[in-house]
């Protein structure tokens, strides 16, 4: 598609849709002299910049709500979307609209055309990812945002968000195994990874959880002048967990203990909320943020595809690797279910979904799983991750919209649905309900 012919948000979404046939990764050089040829629009933003494995979308979100809650103009770039483009960028006031879009997505475009003329490199052009980012951050730009809270993609040192230049805090969630054939084999490594996005003079808040990331993200800091802060399971307990909340205490640096309520069955959002909170304490203006706007902004957050009750008993949580998988099963074993447990599973290709499934069919949780093929090319086939489930009921099914269907068709009220192991699949489900209602599968 020609851009010329894109004036829609649905023409610009196909067009960015496209770009992997057509393109590859760019350095990090590359993206700041493209940030720079649009004006250097980061500079004018204090930008929150969050890398980690597992929770860093959560992380972005208790940040956005709780500076929102203080009065505070914020702009929130994430990724992956589940359902459309657009959920990759949202303001204090909600997901950017369809125009704001259309204009970002323009305003890259032109500026593309003349970085190719005059830099001999007509053949040019950012990846998926790079356009993304590079849109979201005119977009805040032209909204007069205070603060950007940037999350990385899949990495940190070489991801294009490491363009950026105005960082005022540096936050990393837990790290663990994941997309190892790019970011390292070892813990060490990939936190090595992650910790690339520090910058000289800013301080940083981590997930201090495994010791051999730990080390790594406080030797780097330390090499920079950082402050380094890290968030230890002893600095959070809870207090109380009932069905769709999570009381806890946390130790404030300026409150003391302090007792925080999340709207959320995930019983892993409560690290990710603590290690917000500490972000929010170390920002040059911390001291600022009043005890209410904390506690009101942890309490209003929503994060989609994280224990998302979607139908009374049937819940999505996007996660995809073992740690994500494992902290889902906590949350699964505090469910206080009277019925039996059902699982709708499936992955993609890259993920060590053997070692996902194993995890998920050893506890004895679920009665039955149903694996389901997802519409991406990495998808893994729906019979091959069948054969891994091993001392529990599984069958097959030929898509995620028929998986679903058998297994409400033989819910029993008391019953949970659980849909795990990929955030394709929770997209997808997702979408199937915003096109259907239940009674229809």
Known sequence: ??????????????????????????????TKAFLHRMGDP???????????????GSVCAYLCSMLAEGGCSVGMFTS????????????????????????????????????RRLSGKPDYHPTFFELLFLMGVVIFRKEGVEYLILETGMGGRLDA??????????????????????LGNTIGEIAGEKAGILKQGVPVVFCDKRKEASLVIEERAKKLGNKAVGIKEGDFFYNKLTKKSIDFFMHSRYYGYIRLKLETDALYQAENAALAV????????????????IEEGLRRTFWEGRMEEILPGVYVDGAH????????????????CKGRRYLLFSAVEDKNYGEMIKILSSGGLFEEAVTAGIHDIRGAGAKTLGQHFHGMKCSAAENTEQALGRLLA????????????????????????????????
Not at 42 to 56: C, F, P, Q, S, Y
Not at 89 to 111: A, C, I, P
Request: aromatic share 10%; charged share 35%; with cysteine.
């Open 321 to 336: 690797n073992e740690d994500g998988i494992r902290a889902f099963i906590r949350s699964v074993e505090a469910d206080g």
């Open 1 to 30: 598609m020609k851009r010329k012919t894109i004036t829609t948000f649905q023409q610009a979404a196909a067009y960015i849709d496209e770009i992997p046939r057509f393109t590859s990764k760019h350095t990090v050089e590359e």
């Open 410 to 441: 033989g819910k029993q009220e008391e019953d949970f649905i659980y849909i795990v192991g990929s955030l394709y699949l929770a997209g997808e489900v997702k979408a199937l309900f915003r096109r259907k209602s239940d009674d229809q599968f």
């Open 80 to 115: 992956p979307h589940l359902v459309e483009m657009r959920e990759r960028f949202r303001t204090d006031k909600g997901l950017v609209t369809e125009e704001q879009f259309v204009w970002g997505f323009d305003y890259v475009m032109e500026r593309l055309g003349e970085m």
């Open 161 to 182: 968000t490491n363009a950026v230049k105005n960082s005022v805090l540096t936050a990393i969630t837990s790290i663990g195994y994941d997309h190892m054939e790019y």
């Open 278 to 293: 500490r972000c929010i304490e170390e920002l040059p203006d911390g001291r600022k943020m009043k005890r209410e706007w």
């Open 42 to 56: 980061d500079l004018e933003m204090r930008i929150l910049h969050v890398a980690g494995t597992n929770g860093k």
